[in-house]
């Protein structure tokens, strides 16, 4: 066993010393003013190319692109680990309406530059993107023709995007600001305690089921407390996005997201198609469970309870050492990365007040380096949550040779790196399981996951597709956000579920965040297509970390179809490429069923 230590808060300094009072980070942020005046300028001098020899000046704005929205990336990203590190930073806060204000600024001389290049004649376009100094950014260089193309002309779009500083993007800040501020008390092992809200949905794990209803209880009644000012939030931003969409001309909600993972409605249907159509064994597994818990049917509060008192409780070394080990095994690449990423405090993972609930990875382009950030408890739920955040870590790391600008991967792909890391953490669990006990324990934490993807996800998919045709027809009240989810939770669980969340999409921070739109069905699409790749290395051991690796590379410059055909020669538009993920998942929950026949 190691006998190092790694810290469990992470390191900011070597960005910006100072925190959110840093001296060095207001430099950064007035030169970051002065890059993109810069940039805007140099934006407005050019001129739609008229011929194929203009293509060096196409690349050097290009690059002037590149290192501006870099610059602004890790002054961003820094202000955001201060925010989530501490929701009582009011500085922090301050300093990130300036890095909106200027990030805004930024996308609308941006978005001139794509609409220049949209308006390029074709003929020109394709001798130009297949010039030796653009032919490496011809698919994103297409790729922002084509948006560009389809938005609404230039002035319109610079007008959304400042607008959409105080108006879009605000609504998201104020929910994050709503729920920083959020504390419930529950009485944890005889003690009253005072718990932020990542704190409290912790005690989901707890053993005690007086805990964890309380728990459950307590957050319910604090959502519902707010309820009006979450569906305000929450209107406010559907309505704001639906306007968007109506002036532009686009009639399906699922335009954007669809485009913006690179993925055809085909996939999406085939995906769900296969879910849906395989839902029994998951639900079977619910009932187990329930029956295991001493209950009817299961119900929210007990979805992570622990089924065996022999549950695995590591901490926060012990779970380091155990995703070393096993990181290890699949290739000495992940292995070392992630030893360096422990050993260099790029990770935050203390269990304290005050902190953001959920868990992210953010990248910070200049230093080429990111930071993960969660709480963690010593739930071997929590060392799997940290293993899918080194996932993410680590995907940006195999990127380090690919130039910046072919490096904006979908976050469909993105959840590829991050699940197919949480598999090799999971696997390895169960095989290294010492009892039955604990075995069933660790086959149950694998089909927790795989519930999660195939119905907790599909049940915010369900519901946000919905809110968004009622939205369509006016404000949607908090009460009927509530019977919304809660239908959409019934269905998603397949009759399996006891007592529902209704007020999940108040708590649901994915349902806020502006960056990206239906934060939902990415996950699912990356935990099934990261089970095809983790198959393949299964079959060919150490040996595929190379093609791994390039895989990675990989996706940020072709469509997700062509990404799966040309690295696993899958056709992933029909119903049978996701079929094969899902029944591999099944076979988890049938193992787990037949170690629990006659217990319960």
Not at 348 to 365: Q, S, V, Y
Not at 397 to 420: C, D, G, I, K, W
Request: aromatic share 12%.
């Amino acid at each position: 066993m190691s006998t190092t230590t790694y810290p469990v808060t992470w390191d900011l300094e070597t960005f910006f010393s100072g925190g959110s009072e840093s001296e060095e980070l207001r430099a950064h942020l007035d030169e970051g003013a002065e890059k993109v005046s810069s940039y805007a300028e140099a934006v407005a001098d050019f001129r739609t190319p008229e011929a194929a020899d203009t293509a060096g000046e196409v690349a050097a704005l290009i690059e002037e692109t590149k290192n501006t929205a870099a610059h602004l990336r890790e002054s961003g990203a820094v202000i955001g680990c201060f925010l989530a590190q501490d929701t009582t930073d009011k500085k922090a806060h301050l300093l990130q309406g300036e890095s909106s204000a200027l990030g805004a600024k930024f996308q609308t001389a941006f978005m001139s530059f794509q609409q220049k290049l949209a308006k390029t004649d074709e003929k020109i376009w394709n001798a130009l993107i297949a010039s030796g100094e653009l032919k490496e950014f011809s698919f994103i260089l297409d790729e922002w023709r084509k948006k560009a193309g389809a938005k609404l002309p230039e002035e319109q779009e610079a007008l959304i995007t400042a607008l959409s500083v105080d108006g879009y993007h605000g609504w998201g800040e104020l929910y994050d600001l709503l729920v920083g501020d959020m504390q419930v008390k529950v009485k944890v092992d005889g003690e009253e305690k005072v718990l932020s809200v990542g704190q409290a949905n912790n005690l989901g794990t707890h053993p005690d089921p007086a805990v964890r209803k309380e728990a459950f209880e307590k957050l319910e009644a604090a959502w519902a407390e707010k309820e009006e000012f979450f569906a305000k939030a929450l209107n406010s931003l559907a309505g704001f996005r639906l306007q968007v969409y109506e002036k532009r001309g686009w009639d399906e909600v699922l335009r954007e997201p669809l485009e913006y993972n690179r993925m055809k409605q085909e996939t999406l249907d085939a995906m769900w198609g296969a879910i849906s159509a395989n839902k029994q064994p998951f639900a079977e597994y619910l009932n187990r469970k329930a029956a295991l818990l001493g209950k009817e049917q299961l119900d929210w509060y007990d979805f992570f309870a622990p089924v065996s008192e022999s549950t695995a409780k590591l901490d926060y070394q012990e779970g380091a050492e155990f995703i070393l080990k096993h990181f290890g095994k699949f290739g000495p690449e992940l292995g070392s990365f992630a030893r360096m990423a422990f050993e260099n405090g790029w990770i935050e993972a203390e269990d304290r007040p005050n902190k953001r609930p959920g868990g992210f990875c953010t990248g910070m382009p200049l230093s080429e380096e990111s930071r993960i950030f969660m709480t963690y408890s010593g739930s071997m739920s929590n060392v799997a949550t940290l293993a899918h955040e080194l996932g993410h870590a680590f995907h940006s790391y195999a990127l380090r040779p690919v130039h910046q600008l072919n490096r904006q991967y979908a976050m469909n792909v993105a959840e590829t790196a991050s699940t197919f890391a949480e598999m090799i953490v999971a696997d390895a669990a169960v095989k290294e399981a010492q009892s039955k006990e604990e075995k069933i324990a660790l086959l149950e934490d694998k089909a927790q996951r795989s519930v999660s993807f195939f119905m907790n996800i599909h049940a915010r998919f369900l519901f946000e597709t919905r809110f968004y045709e009622e939205r369509k027809k006016g404000i949607v009240s908090s009460h009927r956000l509530n019977e919304l989810m809660e239908e959409a939770q019934r269905e998603a669980y397949a009759g399996a579920l006891g007592e529902a969340h209704p007020h999940f999409w108040a708590s649901k921070l994915h349902f806020y965040i502006t960056g990206v739109p239906f934060y939902n069905f990415p996950y699912t699409f990356g935990y099934l297509f990261s089970l095809s790749i983790y198959a393949k290395a299964l079959e060919e051991g150490e040996a595929f970390e190379e093609k791994y690796m390039a895989l990675l590379r990989d996706t940020a410059i072709m469509t997700t179809e062509d990404l799966a055909m040309k690295h696993l020669g899958e056709d992933i538009t029909k119903q049978d490429f996701w079929e094969k993920g899902v029944r591999l998942c099944i076979r988890d929950v049938e193992e787990f069923l037949s170690l629990t026949s006659g217990e319960g």
